[in-house]
């Protein structure tokens, strides 16, 4: 699937028209339909206001939610919180050991959003041959 047909599937999930996600977003409907048919791809300023409209853009940009439903964050925070001898007894109710849960957990993205920038950290392997890192970004001095 696409970028555009997710982003299409979030906006549909929001309950958004078209016209009304470009509004919110500060652009023209048809912006937003090309977007929606990848004729464009949306930049950074237009993937931040849609964060903020409730666009799990995580999920825009690879496929995967970020996100979860109400009810897995309500049992994990539940699992978080439980003493020690009742996380293992739920995790036993559901034929998992607790030392088995961590070793086969897949890769985890955790964004933090600090002082110092946004940091990534994730336990996935990440192919960084064709990084570019640039820093700073100022005008070059007139001679």
Do not use: W
């Not at 982003?7 to 309950?15: H, T, V």
């Not at 939610?65 to 007894?89: E, F, G, M, N, V």
């Not at 849960?101 to 600090?114: E, H, K, M, R």
């Amino acid at each position: 699937m696409s970028v555009g047909k997710r982003l299409k599937e979030e906006r549909k999930r929001l309950g958004l028209t078209q016209e009304e996600m470009a509004v919110q977003l500060g652009l023209t409907r048809y912006a937003q339909l090309n977007f929606e048919k990848d004729v464009n791809l949306p930049g950074g300023a237009y993937l931040l206001a849609a964060l903020d409209c409730g666009v799990d853009v995580m999920y825009v940009l690879s496929g995967h939610r970020a996100q979860l439903d109400p009810a897995d964050l309500r049992l994990l925070s539940l699992i978080k919180s439980a003493p020690p001898i009742a996380r293992t007894a739920a995790l036993a109710a559901l034929g998992v050991s607790a030392d088995k849960a961590i070793s086969s957990a897949g890769p985890t993205v955790v964004l933090n959003d600090s002082d110092v920038g946004q940091t990534i950290s994730t336990t996935a392997l990440i192919d960084q041959s064709n990084m570019q890192i640039t820093v700073g970004g100022r005008k070059k001095k007139r001679s």
